[in-house]
């Protein structure tokens, strides 16, 4: 019988309802127009902290484009996108003057990962701040031409630098990772991190490397992390993760062994648990206080698909 969990929560970070509208990167004369339009607004972000203003007791991630530029530390521009027709943009701020503002009555200076497990701005915000998040950390860790050292320079709206010396053009990356749910019948394996909090479990994961595809990522971090032999691998949902420029590729995996070997580099621990034991962690009723991630991480949403529907492998 199909558990009763309640509504399905929100996916953080996914379901962006901007419009990239890339073929309007390389004309200057359209950005300069799209920024001075009244409806244009800004995301402030320093590294892993985003400035809110606060107006009327509320917090408000958007600022007037004039207003983030002219903030001390403003740095590099990037184009967004159109929400509804209105361009939204990211501008960077170095990190001592995203610091000074802490002390500010008029702004909340916190980081992405507390604005969304706390819910402080609408869930539509976290899209686009996990893509200025993302691009903005990429253009702060590029400065230099991987190929020849020369200093680089933000062209195309801040979807590419380029280098002037060897001519080599950069291009915004992504790192994907598989996160991954391994099962058997009534029965998954979930492990613990060193990171995380008492209690709490969580599907496996590690970067996909070079050459390698999301089936055999699946197989081959399961195997390392915890000794299990996977078949089939079923793709389940993507979520973008700026943390600082992932991609999380979500899948579960067929489990054909049994026998657990835990690599203590990797994990804390990890073992088999049963449906209705994942099912009550999470409800958060677990009689041993063990809990499931937030819904504000996919792993939450792998999880409860299996508890839920469990899996068809094709
Ligand atoms: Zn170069």
């Not at 209105?86 to 503002?101: H, K």
């Not at 590690?206 to 299990?228: K, L």
């Not at 420029?245 to 621990?269: F, K, P």
Request: charged share 25%; aromatic share 8%; glycine share 8%.
């Amino acid at each position: 019988m199909r558990p009763d969990l309640g509504p399905r929560p929100h996916l953080g970070y996914a379901a962006s309802r901007v419009d990239r509208a890339a073929e309007r990167r390389s004309d200057a004369d359209a950005l300069r127009a799209l920024e001075s339009e009244g409806r244009a607004r800004a995301y402030l972000i320093s590294g892993e902290l985003v400035v809110l203003r606060i107006t009327d007791g509320a917090l408000d991630p958007l600022f007037p484009c004039a207003a983030a530029r002219a903030f001390e530390g403003a740095a590099e521009t990037a184009f967004l996108g159109l929400v509804d027709d209105a361009p939204r943009f990211a501008v960077a701020i170095e990190p001592a003057a995203a610091a000074a503002l802490k002390t500010n009555d008029a702004f909340e200076v916190t980081d992405l990962r507390s604005i969304a497990v706390r819910g402080l701005v609408d869930a539509e915000h976290l899209p686009p701040l996990a893509e200025g998040k993302a691009l903005l950390n990429w253009h702060a860790r590029h400065r230099f031409c991987p190929n020849c050292g020369a200093a680089t320079h933000l062209v195309e709206a801040g979807w590419r630098r380029d280098c002037p010396a060897c001519k080599t053009q950069h291009f915004p990356r992504t790192d994907p990772v598989a996160i991954m749910l391994p099962v058997a019948g009534d029965r998954c394996v979930l492990g613990r991190s060193h990171r995380f909090q008492p209690g709490m479990w969580s599907c496996l994961a590690g970067y996909i490397e070079p050459g390698e595809a999301i089936e055999d990522a699946v197989r081959r971090e399961t195997h390392e992390e915890a000794g299990i032999v996977c078949g089939r691998v079923a793709y389940f949902a993507s979520q973008p993760w700026p943390f600082p420029t992932s991609l999380m590729i979500g899948c579960h995996a067929e489990a054909i062994s049994h026998d657990i070997v835990i690599d203590r580099a990797e994990l804390a621990d990890a073992r088999w648990f049963d449906r209705e034991e994942v099912a009550q962690m999470i409800l958060r009723r677990h009689p041993d206080g063990f809990t499931a991630p937030a819904p504000v991480a996919i792993a939450y949403h792998i999880i409860r698909a299996w508890v839920e529907d469990g899996v068809e492998f094709g």
